[in-house]
T-cell receptor, first 115, second 112 residues
Framework: GENVGLHLPTLSVQEGDNSIINCAYSNSASDYFIWYKQESGKGPQFIIDIRSNMDKRQGQRVTVLLNKTVKHLSLQIAATQPGDSAVYFCAEIPSSGGGADGLTFGKGTHLIIQP | DAGVTQSPTHLIKTRGQQVTLRCSPKSGHDTVSWYQQALGQGPQFIFQYYEEEERQRGNFPDRFSGHQFPNYSSELNVNALLLGDSALYLC???????????FGPGTRLLVL
């Protein structure tokens, strides 16, 4: 079936560097994408979202890029801090006439910050 | 302003038993979705409730059922528990359909 997947299960970066987490999706009908951060023992925390009519959206220290041509999504974190250590998930909502919107998640990327 | 809350935080059951998990949505949210997250995996969508009705369902058997109350809170019920039902059960709420979903801390269920 169609699913959202991530290229790398683990990403290790130096504190202060920029991090880029990638996500490939296969459902071309998806029109809404969300990045979540999940720390150990906690529920996923919303980071940033983007709709399919946009190709870039910026938040505080984070930027999401959407390339619909190759069905690729990325999350860029600027000046990575120790508190950024977590598992990052991309999730998608396929467009549907019913309006319901169960999220489809990928397996996640574990971001590790090196001091 | 309280976020999404879930109870209990942890639960241990044996095979064949039944369990009920509870969720209170974030203030102002009327839509509740439930997810199952196995260890090391991403959350899997179970179902979504809006206006006290199940609006969408993921690939889960009928042993998984739910309910939404007039105050928008929700319950997830699982009957005839299997070892494979051991997981973190997450509730997410949103201010309507096709809106950003915010997650609670989850209920950790262990089936022995």
């Amino acid at each position: 079936g169609e699913n959202v997947g991530l290229h790398l299960p683990t990403l290790s970066v130096q504190e202060g560097d920029n991090s880029i987490i990638n996500c490939a999706y296969s459902n071309s009908a998806s029109d809404y994408f969300i990045w979540y951060k999940q720390e150990s023992g906690k529920g996923p925390q919303f980071i940033i979202d983007i709709r399919s009519n946009m190709d870039k959206r910026q938040g505080q220290r984070v930027t999401v890029l959407l390339n619909k041509t190759v069905k690729h999504l990325s999350l860029q974190i600027a000046a990575t801090q120790p508190g950024d250590s977590a598992v990052y998930f991309c999730a998608e909502i396929p467009s549907s006439g019913g309006g319901a919107d169960g999220l489809t998640f990928g397996k996640g990327t574990h971001l590790i910050i090196q001091p | 302003d309280a976020g999404v809350t879930q109870s209990p935080t942890h639960l241990i059951k044996t095979r064949g038993q039944q369990v009920t998990l509870r969720c209170s949505p974030k203030s102002g949210h009327d839509t509740v979705s439930w997810y199952q997250q196995a260890l090391g995996q991403g959350p899997q969508f179970i179902f979504q409730y809006y206006e006290e009705e199940e609006r969408q369902r993921g690939n889960f058997p009928d042993r998984f059922s739910g309910h939404q109350f007039p105050n928008y809170s929700s319950e997830l019920n699982v009957n005839a528990l299997l070892l494979g039902d051991s997981a973190l059960y997450l509730c997410a709420s949103s201010p309507g359909l096709q809106e950003t979903q915010y997650f609670g801390p989850g209920t950790r269920l262990l089936v022995l």
